[in-house]
């Protein structure tokens, strides 16, 4: 792609951003990567390549929010997180990944929403399959620069790749900073669970119905949805969340108190016993513990977000700077979650354009 249909193409949002300077080459791939059960399974994402000749360059890679339906993941559906990345390898010169997550696009499988170890995994391998791109086909120089960032599931998704690279790949790449965002951090202790509890409106309830899935295909926790949804909510969610169809059908199957279609004595006895297998499975997801970032770290997110909760970002910030992490929040004010997610990704994506440190090829 030229410059001039880069620019065609970039809403006026990013546009005002990033001052594009290069053609870029971008790649749809497809890569091996592995699955919460350590199995060998083809992911799919995107790889931006500038055409810059005398520079070596940074590596990022942006992790996106939630999607239901394969299709709708970058490397099929585009959508304003690919085209910022676009500008930003033209603008920024760095090589840009944008994983689809594994089960998403073209990849196999069903998307497990929220696993660490699978976002993790699809993370980490588009990081290998872009150095390895670029070097066979000698389309640029890295300079070993590593950079994480992602808003909504892509802050989760951020914060579980800086963790894995962290504590089991640090040999392999070094990272120099991370950003994520408005992710569901701290899952099990925060006033997150506590919408599966309470009776509280939730502006989008699929996402209740999409984790379950995803614990119920991680977990052992019951045998069948019944156990847990009453009827005829435990009908629905293997048919809504099955990678095929969209938010809006999806929402339209549950009601907005979305605490009402668990069954009463189970909910009651999640709220009652600490270690109910739900509490327990749910905190498996969480990213706090037993992990201190060593990475530069800033957490972006509005306190008025109505979807993942500003509490979530609160405690991974105490806990981690109690531990003597490099950490700061930003709080980005009192926009929604989905208003919040233009200011919160161009101001954290900023600060991340501010570090890259291009080097001169001798």
Do not use: F
């Given at each position: 792609m030229t410059v001039a249909q880069i620019q065609s193409i970039l809403p006026a949002q990013i546009s005002s951003l990033i001052t594009l300077k290069n053609n870029v080459t971008v790649f749809r791939i497809e890569y091996k990567s592995l699955n919460k059960d350590e199995d060998t399974v083809i992911a799919s994402g995107i790889i931006i390549v500038p055409e810059v000749d005398s520079f070596s360059l940074p590596l990022s890679s942006y992790q996106h929010g939630t999607v239901l339906k394969k299709t709708d993941a970058p490397s099929i559906g585009g959508g304003a997180e690919y085209l910022l990345n676009l500008a930003a390898s033209s603008g920024k010169d760095v090589v840009s990944c944008v994983p689809d997550y594994l089960g998403l696009g073209t990849g196999e499988g069903l998307h497990l929403y929220l696993n660490p170890r699978e976002e993790a995994n699809s993370v980490r391998d588009i990081l290998r399959a872009a150095r390895k791109l670029v070097k066979e086909r000698q389309s640029a120089v890295l300079n070993g620069q590593v950079f994480l960032f992602g808003y909504s599931q892509g802050g989760h998704a951020t914060m579980a790749a800086q963790r894995q690279l962290e504590l089991e790949n640090a040999n392999e790449f070094k990272l120099t900073a991370s950003a994520p965002m408005a992710g569901p951090y701290a899952l099990s202790r925060t006033s997150q669970f506590n919408i599966m509890l309470d009776s509280v409106f939730y502006p989008n309830p699929f996402y209740l119905p999409y984790l379950a899935v995803s614990l119920f295909n991680t977990f052992p926790i019951y045998s069948s949805y019944s156990d847990l949804f009453k009827a005829p909510y435990d009908a629905r969610i293997p048919v809504a969340i099955d990678g095929y169809h969209s938010f809006g059908y999806a929402n339209s199957q549950f009601?907005?108190?979305?605490?009402?279609?668990?069954?009463?004595?189970?909910?009651?006895?999640?709220?009652?016993?600490?270690?109910?297998?739900?509490?327990?499975?749910?905190?498996?997801?969480?990213?706090?513990?037993?992990?201190?970032?060593?990475?530069?770290?800033?957490?972006?997110?509005?306190?008025?977000?109505?979807n993942v909760f500003f509490d979530n970002a609160v405690y991974a910030d105490s806990v981690f700077r109690a531990r003597g992490a490099d950490v700061e929040l930003i709080d980005m004010g009192g926009a929604n979650h989905e208003d919040c997610a233009p200011s919160a990704i161009y101001i954290g994506a900023s600060w991340l354009y501010s570090l890259f440190k291009p080097v001169r090829i001798k």
């Open positions: 009601p907005n108190y979305i605490s009402t279609i668990i069954k009463d004595s189970v909910r009651n006895s999640i709220r009652n016993d600490p270690n109910h297998p739900v509490r327990l499975a749910a905190k498996s997801y969480d990213l706090v513990d037993d992990w201190t970032p060593s990475t530069p770290m800033k957490l972006y997110h509005c306190s008025g977000d109505d």
